[in-house]
């Protein structure tokens, strides 16, 4: 039901940069912010950027979000091999009476 | 410091409705600063928002769950709590709540439980 499109996978050797892309519509992304996860199996997943571009306190500066129109992207510069995890953008979208989705995640492997 | 905890049975049978709860500690769920939430994670899949509850007690929801679902808020014990009715076995997930922080043009959840596992089977 995710109306947020992400890349299946993606991958990058230590210290190389990374670019996930989310790709929503105008009920979502196209109104309102963006939000990315990062999931470790097992684990609750974590807030990594809030609000398009704002990063939580702890949350290091090689991890970037972005948006332009319906899309949105992540970026990790610097990948490290403890950056290996999926990653879900998110966003309210306006539409019925307005709910959140959830992309369809990204996993991120570091080769 | 913000902290959730879900609850509830990890063994739900088929047909019958599925019943969590979140305890909050660290805030009071009748705070205006925060809305909470239920999301969920089945094998092999992504993650799902099941929906939110604000501290007015409005809810929003999951329109492929609405028909099923209902969260409500219960201040005596500073918790909230998931009913899913009509349970089938695409429902077995780890069950999560989390924190919500909302306003205009933004919402976004940012203090999660660790998540209780459901099973649905006979």
């Known amino acids: 039901q995710s109306v947020l499109t992400q890349p299946p996978s993606a991958s990058e050797t230590p210290g190389q940069r990374v670019t996930i892309s989310c790709s929503g519509s105008?009920?979502?992304?196209?109104?309102?912010?963006v939000n990315w996860y990062q999931h470790l199996p097992g684990t609750a997943p974590k807030l990594l950027i809030y609000s398009t571009n704002q990063r939580p306190s702890g949350v290091p500066d090689r991890f970037s979000g972005s948006k332009s129109g319906t899309s949105a992207s992540l970026a990790i510069s610097g990948l490290q091999s403890e950056d290996e995890a999926d990653y879900f953008c998110a966003a309210w979208d306006n539409s019925l009476n307005g709910f959140y989705v959830f992309g369809t995640g990204t996993k991120v492997t570091v080769l | 410091q913000l902290q959730l905890h879900e609850s509830g049975p990890g063994l739900v049978k088929p047909s019958e409705t599925l019943s969590l709860s979140c305890y909050v500690s660290?805030?009071?769920?009748?705070?205006?600063?925060?809305?909470w939430g239920w999301i969920r994670q089945a094998p092999g899949k992504g993650l799902e928002w099941i929906g939110s509850?604000?501290?007015?007690?409005?809810?929003y929801y999951n329109p492929s769950l609405k028909s099923r679902v209902g969260i409500s808020l219960d201040t005596s014990n500073n918790q909230f709590s998931l009913k899913l009715t009509s349970v089938t076995a695409a429902d077995t997930a780890v069950y999560h709540c989390a924190t919500a922080r909302h306003g205009a043009g933004y919402y976004y959840m940012d203090v999660w439980g660790k998540g209780t596992t459901v099973t649905v089977s006979s």
């Open positions: 105008g009920s979502n992304i196209g109104s309102n912010t």
């Open positions: 660290g805030a009071f769920v009748s705070n205006n600063r925060y809305s």
């Open positions: 509850i604000y501290y007015t007690g409005r809810t």
